[in-house]
Antibody, heavy 124, light 111 residues
Framework: EVQLVESGGGLIQPGGSLRLSCAAS????????MSWVRQAPGKGLEWVSV???????YYADSVKGRFTISRDNSKNTLYLQMNSLRAEDTAVYYC??????????????????WGQGTTVTVSS | QSVLTQPPSVSAAPGQKVTISCSGS????????VSWYQQLPGTAPKLLIY???KRPSGIPDRFSGSKSGTSATLGITGLQTGDEADYYC????????????FGGGTKLTVL
């Protein structure tokens, strides 16, 4: 079964650090484009970061320089290292898999597999 | 404020049809695929539509998607109470480095 399971969320003080994990089963993380998407309480979805199969990484302006996306191929796991956390980073964080693109279907086609989410609360 | 604009809420009676709009620009919807997601209360988003108008396996044909110019529309026919959820459109914005963008979401109420 294709599945993503996040972990690592919790309560953290402003300025602190946290690392989220997203364990995949049923497919290979390193062969896919993988994203982190967050949802603040009562708000909509906000894309945070993506790592491409080739290793390139990209970030939303709101987290650039503070968050780092990475993966461990041996563990088939995606990570999000979050530093210098702010109150506005409080959200449920989801990992998600992009549908594969190709030369005939280029670009972002959608996210077909989502984890259940892990909650990050930044508060003193 | 979201790059893509959706109405905050829509409502309709069971059995009826509803449409949800998603408006963008040439840098996002105008030149990229649109996807739609359903988020039931307390759950993760679920892919409903990809590549503008394709349904993943298991998604009933009551759900449909279309795109014209810089706007996209999600249609739901034969509304059921279980369709009450938040719906989000998503795409890629080529003016932002590799950025995936989402609409602000639309709350569907089945009266």
């Amino acid at each position: 079964e294709v599945q993503l399971v996040e972990s690592g969320g919790g309560l953290i003080q402003p300025g602190g650090s946290l690392r989220l994990s997203c364990a995949a089963s049923g497919f290979t993380v390193s062969s896919n484009y993988m994203s982190w998407v967050r949802q603040a309480p009562g708000k909509g979805l906000e894309w945070v970061s993506v790592i491409y199969s080739g290793g390139s990484t990209y970030y939303a302006d709101s987290v650039k320089g503070r968050f780092t996306i990475s993966r461990d191929n041996s563990k088939n796991t995606l990570y999000l290292q979050m530093n210098s956390l702010r109150a506005e980073d409080t959200a449920v964080y989801y990992c998600a898999r992009d549908l594969p693109s190709s030369s005939t279907l280029p670009g972002f086609r959608g996210m077909d597999v989502w984890g259940q989410g892990t909650t990050v609360t930044v508060s003193s | 404020q979201s790059v893509l604009t959706q109405p905050p809420s829509v409502s309709a009676a069971p059995g009826q049809k509803v449409t949800i709009s998603c408006s963008g620009s040439s840098s996002n919807i105008g030149n990229n695929y649109v996807s739609w997601y359903q988020q039931l209360p307390g759950t993760a988003p679920k892919l409903l539509i990809y590549d503008n108008n394709k349904r993943p396996s298991g998604i009933p044909d009551r759900f449909s998607g279309s795109k014209s110019g810089t706007s996209a529309t999600l249609g739901i026919t034969g509304l059921q109470t279980g369709d009450e959820a938040d719906y989000y459109c998503g795409t890629w914005d080529s003016s932002l480095s590799a950025a995936r963008v989402f609409g602000g979401g639309t709350k569907l109420t089945v009266l």
